[in-house]
């Protein structure tokens, strides 16, 4: 691993040119989220004077304490398993939240929100008992119902497949998210283009697959 934060993102921002060279897909579709999750406010500082822009945390009350340490005009996402009762907070902190799986916090986050809010469908596509998001039988019930809400905006689809080394495993899983994605566009008539997939060791294979958002955690702040 690099010694510094920008030679590790150099690292970074080459794995996705080439994974987007290799798919024929232009850089511009897809955005990089660093994961700030357990990593100080002096560590999204550098991240930010090398010009990254937009952050990801996994716990609304960590983010909470992080958030007003940080440099102001950063854009902050929730990555992690959301609460209802935290749901009011996390509106109020995250321009975009990734893990949202259940119809009811769709609402609760629709009451709380001061204006639009764009979230993401966690899906558990590999049906793994540990993992949260909705089994995929679920998610257009629940697009249906977002679309019925005043400021929940459903943007696309987010996954975290069972962790492999070989990040080839992961290939199967994306490319159901990205199917099921097309499946539900044309039952519901509803754009969802944002696909969350991807993470330090399988980012081309989900930049290969159709991802929107890269979660780059470790490889760009270190090991946690
Ligand atoms: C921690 C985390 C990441 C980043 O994982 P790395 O392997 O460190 O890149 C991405 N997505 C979610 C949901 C996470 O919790």
Redesign the pocket.
């Given at each position: 691993m690099s010694d510094t934060f920008a030679e590790r993102l150099d690292n970074v921002e080459r794995r996705i040119d080439a994974a987007c060279r290799k798919a024929g897909r232009s850089r511009d579709g897809v955005r990089l989220l660093a994961?700030s999750?357990t990593k100080p406010p002096e560590a999204v500082r550098e991240a930010a004077g090398c010009g990254i822009r937009c952050f990801?945390e996994?716990k609304v009350q960590e983010a909470h304490a992080k958030i007003p340490l940080c440099p102001f005009g950063l854009e902050w996402h929730l990555?992690?398993h959301l609460q209802t009762n935290k749901a009011k907070v996390a509106a109020q902190l995250f321009r975009m939240i990734?893990?949202v799986d259940s119809a009811r916090l769709l609402e609760t986050l629709d009451a709380h929100a001061a204006t639009a809010l764009p979230v993401l469908l966690q899906v558990n596509v590999s049906g793994e008992a540990s993992k949260s998001g909705l089994c995929p039988a679920d998610v257009a019930e629940a697009v249906v119902a977002a679309n019925r809400l005043q400021k929940v905006e459903v943007r696309g689809l987010m996954t975290?497949p069972p962790f492999a080394p070989d990040p080839e495993k992961a290939r199967a899983h994306f490319r159901a998210l990205r199917e099921l994605r097309d499946r539900l566009q044309d039952e519901t008539g509803t754009p969802l283009p944002e696909l969350s997939m991807g993470?330090?060791?399988d980012l081309e294979v989900a930049i290969e697959e159709g991802s929107t958002w890269v979660?780059?955690?470790?490889?760009?702040f270190g090991t946690?």
């Amino acid at each position: 691993m690099s010694d510094t934060f920008a030679e590790r993102l150099d690292n970074v921002e080459r794995r996705i040119d080439a994974a987007c060279r290799k798919a024929g897909r232009s850089r511009d579709g897809v955005r990089l989220l660093a994961i700030s999750k357990t990593k100080p406010p002096e560590a999204v500082r550098e991240a930010a004077g090398c010009g990254i822009r937009c952050f990801g945390e996994n716990k609304v009350q960590e983010a909470h304490a992080k958030i007003p340490l940080c440099p102001f005009g950063l854009e902050w996402h929730l990555v992690g398993h959301l609460q209802t009762n935290k749901a009011k907070v996390a509106a109020q902190l995250f321009r975009m939240i990734h893990s949202v799986d259940s119809a009811r916090l769709l609402e609760t986050l629709d009451a709380h929100a001061a204006t639009a809010l764009p979230v993401l469908l966690q899906v558990n596509v590999s049906g793994e008992a540990s993992k949260s998001g909705l089994c995929p039988a679920d998610v257009a019930e629940a697009v249906v119902a977002a679309n019925r809400l005043q400021k929940v905006e459903v943007r696309g689809l987010m996954t975290i497949p069972p962790f492999a080394p070989d990040p080839e495993k992961a290939r199967a899983h994306f490319r159901a998210l990205r199917e099921l994605r097309d499946r539900l566009q044309d039952e519901t008539g509803t754009p969802l283009p944002e696909l969350s997939m991807g993470m330090s060791h399988d980012l081309e294979v989900a930049i290969e697959e159709g991802s929107t958002w890269v979660r780059i955690g470790t490889d760009l702040f270190g090991t946690r």
